[in-house]
């Protein structure tokens, strides 16, 4: 049985300049953080004495007897690309998935991560970020960048640069003392809305030549971002006031980032005493997430006291394997039961 454990990730600033079709003209970088919310997959071989060879619980239950017949596009594509059989996998998650938290590709790398212990074999992060980012772009053909993928395999508050077909991970350099209090000024809530990424992915990018000032003013802002981070001397409001800035560019880059419901939300946190916030991942519902001062921060918990508000840490692990105990594996058809 092999246990993994993967971290759901907070994107601040960069993200829609990580699709391929942009960063490979343009270049593209992103910040973002994991945090202590994470995605746990069970996986084992299956006992031979059941009518079916695989089962596999996720929001749904299914139980097949060949890898053809599997619905979920991520689970059967891994497993022909690895050659897994007769298996029982498991999901749970501790926030829900559709929510703009990086979960599909939280879940793809944390199953590649399970499939490879299986086999017995232990890879690194960037092997597992560059293998569910292929199978969810080319296996899976999902719309979609690749800032998620690489969070949930590293981990922690980084800089990820993208650029001819290659991405580069920098950890962003912050006294602990400062990164807890950036932690502290964050506010996140549930606006209870799911959607599909990659359907909010296509809208946004199906004009992209059309957007690419606005795509341009957002990779710069990544630049300042980390300045104010590493800069022990900068002021943090000047964060969470670039946080507003982002958001209203990302929000002119298609009409399904936002609604009205989730622009009265952002406008109530920002009159209680907000300085900024963002809709996280591709749009149109999900988490919202604030900066906001100490001292404010009543204030705004008291203004969305309708939505559930998620109290979090940043985590700096990444994908890891939290039960290793490996079995033999004798397919099927070679078992003789007396």
Request: charged share 25%; glycine share 8%; hydrophobic share 40%.
């Amino acid at each position: 049985m092999i246990i993994t454990k993967t971290p759901f990730r907070i994107s601040f600033f960069g993200g829609g300049t990580d699709m391929p079709s942009f960063f490979n003209e343009h270049g593209g970088a992103v910040i973002s953080t994991t945090f202590d919310k994470y995605c746990y997959l069970v996986v084992r071989h299956l006992p031979p004495f059941r009518p079916y060879y695989s089962e596999l619980v996720y929001s749904k239950m299914e139980r097949v007897n060949t890898i053809d017949e599997i619905q979920h596009p991520a689970i059967r594509e891994a497993m022909r690309m690895l050659d897994i059989h007769e298996i029982r996998l498991s999901y749970e998650g501790d926030l829900p998935a559709r929510t703009g938290l990086g979960s599909s590709s939280t879940f793809a790398v944390g199953m590649l991560n399970a499939f490879y212990a299986l086999k017995g074999k232990m890879v690194g992060k960037r092997k597992l970020a560059q293998d569910a980012i292929y199978l969810e772009r080319e296996l899976c053909k999902e719309s979609g960048g690749w800032q998620d993928q690489i969070a949930a395999a590293f981990g922690g508050l980084n800089r990820i640069d993208f650029a001819d077909n290659q991405f580069k991970v920098t950890p962003i350099i912050i006294h602990p003392e400062r990164k807890a209090l950036l932690n502290e000024s964050l506010l996140l809530f549930y606006t209870g809305i799911s959607r599909y990424s990659a359907e909010v992915q296509k809208d946004t990018m199906s004009r992209q030549q059309d957007k690419i000032a606005q795509f341009k003013e957002m990779l710069q802002l990544v630049d300042e971002a980390q300045a104010i981070l590493e800069n022990k001397h900068s002021d943090f409001n000047d964060f969470g006031r670039l946080l507003d800035h982002t958001w209203r560019l990302k929000r002119a880059t298609g009409g399904k980032v936002s609604n009205s419901f989730i622009d009265e939300i952002y406008d109530k946190g920002i009159k209680a005493g907000a300085l900024g916030g963002k809709l996280l991942g591709a749009g149109g519902g999900g988490f919202l997430l604030f900066y906001v001062e100490p001292d404010k921060r009543q204030n705004v918990l008291n203004a969305l006291d309708n939505l559930m508000n998620v109290p979090f840490a940043f985590e700096n692990e990444g994908t890891n394997i939290a039960y290793y105990n490996p079995e033999t594996y004798i397919p099927r058809k070679e078992i003789t039961i007396d």
